[in-house]
């Protein structure tokens, strides 16, 4: 893990220089690093980006109460598992850490609202298909078992007609997303974020007596 310390001591240097309170954790992955515009794609929500490059679901595991350090969030929104696959881990090991990360996120924050992004069907990775799929599926099926925890599902809106990733919403590598990407990832992200926020109405409305 010690390849990734640049990119921590990074994330600890401007954990010191915020100079508001976040509410909303982005965490994982280059795909959430290179997410620039996530402070106005979510301006009703305090969010603060917790991406760090190249990182695996092993990884954010492994830092997460390092990275978390200071942070009293309402809720976590993550993207990771992606990488763990390309340096050819098997799903159910990438499943494990997800585990792993679960109990990480119980210990600090208790039952807050959790979010898992699943694994984006890219160009550069599609050879990879299948253990994405089984990745999801499996993942996917932890959460369903986790009453705090919340899947949402960014893979079936990337596909194009034919069943392959759409070339609209890549930069050149064909693995992180441009900015029509990004903005097809918000408007999701946003419907599961206002679900929370309707479902906490509710459970809080006060109905007077008959």
Not at 3 to 32: C, H, M, Q, V
Not at 83 to 109: M, S, W
């Amino acid at each position: 893990m010690l390849w990734y310390e640049d990119e921590i001591l990074l994330l600890e240097k401007e954990r010191a220089a915020l100079t508001y309170t976040p509410n909303t954790l982005f965490y994982g992955s280059s795909s959430i690093r290179q997410w620039t515009n996530l402070a106005d794609d979510f301006k009703n929500f305090s969010t603060v980006n917790l991406g760090f490059g190249g990182s695996t679901l092993a990884a954010c595991a492994w830092f997460f109460d390092r990275i978390m350090s200071g942070y009293r969030p309402d809720r976590i929104i993550i993207y990771a598992g992606d990488n763990d696959l390309a340096d050819g881990r098997h799903p159910q090991e990438v499943c494990l850490f997800f585990k792993e990360l679960i109990v990480a996120v119980t210990k600090r924050y208790g039952s807050i609202p959790c979010y898992f992004m699943s694994l984006k069907p890219s160009i550069a990775r599609w050879a990879l298909i299948d253990q994405f799929k089984y990745t999801n599926e499996i993942i996917s099926n932890e959460i369903s078992h986790q009453s705090n925890w919340n899947w949402i599902d960014i893979f079936t809106p990337m596909l194009n007609d034919e069943g392959k990733p759409n070339p609209d919403y890549f930069i050149a590598d064909g693995l992180h997303l441009n900015r029509k990407g990004y903005e097809l990832w918000a408007s999701i992200v946003q419907k599961a974020l206002n679900l929370e926020q309707i479902e906490a109405t509710l459970k809080h409305k006060i109905v007077p007596n008959s």
